[in-house]
Each structure stands twice: as structure tokens, then as C-alpha cells.
């Protein structure tokens, strides 16, 4: 049984295996080009927390000790970061539907390696990160938000499209442990708290003690500080990013062993 | 003419604890309703905390009581918004049309879903004063003061409702209900639920002042923060009575027009 599945895996190449996460991500674009009142929610919610909080907490910068006149600015990374927390989440959510539905059960059956499978899942999910991102750049950019240059949009855009791979490899983590979409708001949740619970709202002087040190410990505090240094000083230091960039490969690392270990359990 | 009464007064009993218990069985309801504003609440008061340093900011104890008000509004508001769904549902699955076809007063099939949705109101009303009291928060006006916020919660619940409601009867659709879900905030952004309106950006500022909902939230506010003056007890109420009255004005409508129509 074991030297018959390695056969198949062997006979699996990397041509098939391009092929199948091809395939997952022109179905993914497929929904989103049939379906697109689905994507509105991804988008709408993180532009209106973006709006809504710079007007309702715009005057924090008056306070000693922020780094910028401009909450907007400020505030801009956090949301792109909660856009591709959105559409990662809902990756998670259109697994469950598929598991609830069947068509997951026939995409196990196929001789498809299971990594593949998930990432084709994960990559679609980091480029649909881009469709809030665009959406919140352009309302940003038209509401004043600092130029980051393009190497801090470049850097924003490459951390927006790893923070959409860690949401979507923990939302699978969830749907392959509880194939069910009420798991959803487990999902949104989790990403809610990696996301917020950070120096999202001020920097972390400014933070409350016992928020400064959940902060100083979620390794997404850095990924949103890499991230912000564009739009706040209008450039990019590389002390400042790589630990961002560390940080999001440790993440991607440590959500990728836990989606790859629900992949192998799964049955079949 | 009592003994009528007696019966739909217990079909409404029966169907809000229906609703009730639908929402603690329903992860996807129960979150928006207890999870997001706690997590959102302790973000807030963690990460704006210092907010009230600001010249301009009201006094009070900490920035954990101002908070309070705007958390059990946020949650009332999703409450509304998850009892209108769970009724699109319910018209969806053809369980409204079961009770339709049932001997009892139409309207309290309704009235059944926001006995519910009150039920909830007044539940996140206690949840925060609990979380708030734990976490260092005092209610200046004491146990007056937290029996009076509950009763604006619960009311806002009903009022709030209401529009969730109406909105389910006359689309007959969970998604149209759901879609209704980001408005939530915009409202809430657009009030003095998370900051003083004095101190929030224009024209933000200027449509705060304009808002109901500002009203609703000053009302529970005040008796954490400092003693409830009668002015604002009556900006509250009369919010409340306007908002209550236009949604169930616009369920009555809505729930006609699904009869006449059936659909």
C-alpha cells in the first residue's frame, strides 16, 4: 500500500504538481471573478476600520512620544495586515465549505501530494490579499497617507502577501481539525488578536504596560513596524525590516507545520 | 381576550428562547455578540489608554470606563444584526412560514425574535459591567447606575432589533441581513462610542454630534463616569423611543407586505 502511493507521489512530478497549484489558484480567481459581491466584506470591513479609526483616534498623535502627525499613516500597515487576515480567514472558511461539500474528500483521492494541495491554497490566498490592499492604499493615498517610496510599498506588499499566507494556512489548520465552517469566527478571531494585539493603535511606549508586553512577544508587531517605517519616514532602513521579515517566515514556518500535519491526517 | 393574550405572551416566551438558545448553540452567532467586542475592548482601552491624557478628554477613572458604554452598544447592535439573520434564516428554511400557518398573532413572531434579541442585549449588558468591574472599572452611580444601563441595553436591543428584523422580513435573505454587518461600524465609528466627540476628526465630530446612537451611548455612559443628569436621561430615552418606534414601524410594514405578497 505504502510503495503504491510512493509510486503515485514519484509519478507526481513538479510539472503536475505546477499544474495542480495552477489549477487552485484559477479556481480561486474563478470565484472571485463569478462571485465578487463574496470579496466585497474582505474589503469593505478593513477600509471602514480604517476610516472609521482614523477619525475616531486621529487626535492620539497629539500625545508626547508619536512618531508621526498623521494617524493615518500610522494606521495604514495595520490595515492592510487586517485585509489579508480577512481574505486568509475566509480561505479557511471556503476549505470547510469544500470539506462540508465533498469536493475536498475528491481532491485528497487524487494522487495530488498533500503539500501541493495546501499550496495551492495559500498562494491564492496571498494574492487575494491584494485586492483589499489596493483598495485601502487608494483610499489612503486619497485620505493623505505618507508615500512610502516604492521600496516601503514593495516591502508592505511582500508583508501583506505573507501575513494572507499565515491567515490562510491557520484557517486551514482549522477547517482540516473541525471541517466545519462554524469554525469561521475561531478563524477571524485568530487573526484578529495576532493582527490588533500589536503596537497597532500607538507605538508601544504608549501602549498600556500589560498590552506593551503581549506586544513585545507577537512576532507580528514587527511585521506591522517593518511594514509602517515606509509610510511614517517616507523610507526603508534594512535594520528595520528584516526582523519583520523573520518574523513572517517564522510564523509561515511554524502555521505551515500545523496545516501540513492536518493535511496528513486528514483521511484517504 | 386574556386568555389570547396569555397565549401569544407564551409563544412570544417560547420563540425568544428559541433565539436565545440558537445563539449560544451557533458559534457564527455568538462570536460577533461576545468575542469581537471583548477582543475589540481590550484592544481599545490596551492601545488608546493614554488617550486620556489628552487636553479635552473627560474625567474619569480610566480609560476602561469610558469603554464600557461603547463596547455593550457594539455588542447590542451585532445582536441585532445576528437576530435578523437567524430569522432570514428561519424564513429561508420555511420555519416562519410554518408559524404563519399556525393559529397565533403574526406580530409575535416578530415580538418572539426580539424578546430574544433583548434577552442578548441585557445579557452583554451584565458580560461588560462583570469584565469591567474585574478589570478596575468603577460605576460612579453604583448598583442605580448598573440596573440603569442595563435597562438601556436591553431596550437598545429591542430598538435595534427592530431594523434587523425588518430588514430580514422584507428580503427574506440571511446574506442581504449579513451585508447589513460593516454599517454596524460605520454607525459606531460615526458616535461617541469610542472617544469624546470633542476630541474625534471632522466631519466625523460633526456627524457624532447628529447621532442617535450617541445619544444611547452617553446615556449608559454617564452613570459610569460621573451622576446621570436628567438632560441626558431624556436624550437616551428619546433615542431609544425613535429608533424603537421607526424599526417597528418598518417590521410592521415589512411583515404586511411578506403576507400580502408571500415572499
Redesign the interface.
Known sequence: MEAAGATTTAAFGPAANLATVRALVQRSRNELLRVPGAA??GV??PT??F??????????T??PGFDTDRYQSFLIPVSLMQGAGFTGAATGVNLARDIEQGWFDRLLASPAPRPVLLAGLVISASLRALVPATALLIVGFSLGVGWPGLAGLALAVVLTMGTGIVAALWGCTLALRFKS??????M??GM??LV??TT???PIE???P??AD?ASINPMTEVIDAARQGFVTGGVTWGETWPGLVALASLIALMGFFALRGMARSNY | MIQRLVANLRVIAALGRRAVRQTFRRPQLLAPIVIFPTLLLAIQTGGAGRAVDLPGFPQVNGFLDFMLAGAMIQSTLLAANSGGIALAVDIEMGFTDRLLAAPISRFSIVLGRLVGTAALGAFSAVWFIALGLIFGAQIEEGVAGVALMIGFVTLSAIAFGGLGAAIALRSGSASVVQGMFPLVFVVLFLSSAFFPTALMLEPAASVADYNPLSFIVEGIREPVISSLSGEVFLEAFGAIALIAALSLGLSALALRRRLRTGG
Open positions: 466585497i466584506p469593505l470591513a471602514i476600520f476610516l472609521g479609526l482614523t477619525a475616531v483616534f486621529g487626535s492620539l497629539l500625545l465552517q462554524s469554525a469561521a469566527p475561531l477571524q478571531a484578529f488578536i490588533l494585539f497597532a493603535y500607538a504608549l501602549l498600556q500589560w498590552l503581549v
